[in-house]
């Protein structure tokens, strides 16, 4: 069963930081590319951070850009975003999802979404 696992949310001052971690079981995505999203209550999820199944390619909403920072550790599993410079705006729960095609950009035609962690930042 393929899962995808997010976690490192929390409560953060504005300004501060945070490191959100997205953990792949059940198969390798390593031939893929994966993406965050976020979501507020009431409103539609965004595109945060995407990046290539090569790592080559990164792309960043213009809200977050400058700020975070999307990595991934294949020999891990593993995809990370990195959030700094944190604002009362980025409060919401963060999604990561991971393409269906493989060798893509990480953009579009996402198969698989964790669960979610909630990230709060108080002013």
């Known amino acids: 069963q393929v899962q995808l696992i997010e976690s490192g949310g929390g409560l953060v001052q504005a300004g501060g930081s945070l490191r959100l971690s997205c953990a792949a079981s059940g198969r390798s995505f390593s031939r893929y590319g994966m993406a965050w999203f976020r979501q507020v209550p009431g409103k539609e999820r965004e595109f945060v951070s995407a990046?290539?199944?090569?790592?080559?390619?990164?792309y960043y909403a213009d809200s977050v850009k400058g700020r975070f920072t999307i990595s991934r550790d294949n020999a891990k599993n593993t995809f990370y975003l990195q959030m700094n410079s944190l604002k009362p705006e980025d409060t919401a729960v963060y999604y990561c999802?991971?393409?269906?095609?493989?060798?893509?950009?990480?953009?579009?035609?996402?198969?698989?979404w964790g669960q979610g962690t909630q990230v709060t930042v108080s002013s």
């Open positions: 999802a991971t393409e269906e095609t493989p060798y893509g950009l990480g953009r579009a035609g996402y198969n698989y």
């Open positions: 990046i290539s199944w090569s790592g080559g390619q990164k």
